[in-house]
C-alpha cells in the first residue's frame, strides 16, 4: 500500500491537522510504516484497534521520514499523519508487511488501507 497526501494545508476552510487510516491484518505480521517525501515537520503514529490507544509513533525532527516496525496481531489497526505547528507538507505514506517464510502471501492482502476518517 502506497499513498501519497498532504498534511498542515487548508481543507474545506479548516487546517488539515490530522490524515487517519485504517489497515486490517488476516493475521500476524510484521508491518514496516514509513512516512517520508516531507518537506516540513510531520510525525506519525499506530493506533490500536480503538482508534485510541498509541501502539507506536515516530516523531523525529524536521524533515526527517518517519518509521514505524511493529509485529502485530490480526486485526484493525488506525495510523494518524499530523503536521507540527504550522507545517504543510505533501507525504507519502508507505505500509508494507517485512516477507518471511509465513508472511508473504499477506504482503499481497496488505493493500486494504482506507482513507477513513474518525471523529
Ligand atoms: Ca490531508
Ligand atoms: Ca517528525
Request: net charge positive.
Amino acid at each position: 500500500m502506497r499513498t501519497k497526501e498532504k498534511i498542515g494545508l487548508k481543507e474545506g476552510g479548516k487546517r488539515d491537522k490530522y490524515d487517519y487510516y485504517s489497515f486490517t491484518l488476516p493475521e500476524e505480521t510484521e508491518v514496516s510504516i514509513t512516512l517520508d517525501k516531507i518537506r516540513k515537520n510531520a510525525n506519525l503514529h499506530l493506533f490500536d484497534e480503538d482508534s485510541k490507544t498509541v501502539l507506536e509513533k515516530s516523531t523525529r525532527k524536521g524533515k526527517k521520514a518517519e518509521n514505524i516496525t511493529e509485529y502485530l496481531d490480526a486485526g484493525t489497526y488506525y495510523l494518524r499523519v499530523s503536521n507540527v505547528g504550522q507545517a504543510q507538507t505533501p507525504y507519502r505514506l508507505n505500509l508494507e508487511s517485512i516477507p518471511d517464510d509465513n508472511t508473504i502471501d499477506v504482503a499481497n492482502n496488505l493493500g486494504r488501507l482506507s482513507n477513513k476518517k474518525l471523529t
